[in-house]
């Protein structure tokens, strides 16, 4: 059993960065993939990124690419997400994942409670 908990969010402006961490409890986080979705109001969960269990191997989505950076450090349970460049689309609760490897919501087992980021124009 893995619990994810998700910080870091807050309201910044257009342009600023955020980095948000995940805090995994149980033993087994450092053999299982690690990813973020994010779902703003009134729209579906979406897949931003994700780490294979090593940090070795990561995948973003296009409307990320190039701004976004996943990250993880096993020995201290957590995983990471580098927000640059933020716009007001990116505005969203944003969830750790882990237990998967796909970019649906049902192809990871746990799910963290989310956190918010606003971004304002």
């Known amino acids: 059993q893995v619990e994810l908990v998700e910080s870091g969010g807050g309201l910044v402006q257009t342009g600023d960065s955020l980095r948000l961490v995940c805090q995994a409890s149980?033993?087994?986080?450092?053999?299982?993939?690690v990813a973020w979705f994010r779902q703003a109001s009134g729209k579906e969960r979406e897949f931003v990124a994700r780490?294979?269990?090593?940090?070795?191997?990561?995948d973003y989505a296009d409307s990320v690419k190039g701004r976004f950076t996943i990250s993880r450090y096993n020995d201290i349970n957590e995983a990471y997400l580098q927000m640059d460049s933020l716009a007001p689309d990116d505005t969203a609760v944003y969830y750790c994942?882990?237990?998967?490897w796909g970019t649906g919501k049902s192809d990871f087992r746990y799910w963290g409670q989310g956190t918010q980021v606003t971004v304002s124009s």
């Open positions: 994942a882990a237990g998967g």
């Open positions: 149980g033993r087994t986080f450092g053999n299982i993939a």
């Open positions: 780490c294979g269990f090593s940090g070795g191997s990561t």
